[in-house]
């Protein structure tokens, strides 16, 4: 039990994924993001919010909702591909809730870094045509470089 996380916090997750075949394409046995960042993939974004610290929910995600029309291309990880089009299913423990970092209170070095990734994460948004999920990103990390020593 305990409130349900709002955008801007930071929540830690459990997650196990999924596709129709039974082969798992995500495992994950603590997955931090912030909300409402754009980090993870929106099924995550939309249900994690629903959800009790404690609590253990599925989600059945459509493709826009998982890794979209072109699916996952592999990558270094050991994961494999998503194919394009692939619904997902997911398995979700809600392990903590707290405060969003402030970036403004973090070290010039640590949010040069921040900003690197959120713009790496506006990139790949941008790469598959997301352009609303760009900008967000794109101004999160200007937001992370906003601020004293920057």
Request: proline content about 13%.
């Given at each position: 039990g305990g409130p349900r996380p709002r955008p801007g916090q930071e929540v830690s997750v459990k997650v196990l994924g999924?596709?129709?075949?039974?082969?798992?394409?995500?495992?994950?046995?603590?997955?931090t993001f912030v909300l409402g960042h754009g980090d993870v993939v929106q099924a995550l974004e939309l249900g994690v919010p629903t959800?009790?610290?404690?609590?253990?929910?599925?989600?059945l995600a459509a493709f826009p909702y998982g890794y979209g029309r072109?699916?996952?291309?592999?990558?270094?990880?050991?994961?494999?591909?998503?194919?394009?089009?692939a619904p997902l299913l997911f398995e979700v423990t809600l392990l903590e809730?707290?405060?969003?970092?402030?970036?403004?209170?973090?070290?010039?070095?640590?949010?040069?870094?921040?900003?690197?990734?959120r713009r790496e994460r506006g990139n790949f948004h941008f790469a598959r045509g997301d352009f609303v999920?760009?900008?967000?990103?794109?101004?999160?990390?200007?937001?992370?470089?906003?601020?004293?020593?920057?």
């Open positions: 999924a596709l129709e075949d039974g082969g798992l394409v995500e495992r994950d046995p603590r997955l959800m009790e610290p404690g609590e253990v929910s599925f989600f072109p699916g996952r291309r592999r990558c270094a990880r050991r994961e494999p591909d998503v194919p394009p089009e809730v707290r405060d969003g970092p402030d970036s403004q209170r973090l070290p010039p070095a640590v949010r040069l870094r921040l900003g690197a990734q999920a760009a900008l967000r990103s794109y101004r999160l990390a200007l937001s992370a470089l906003d601020g004293p020593g920057a």
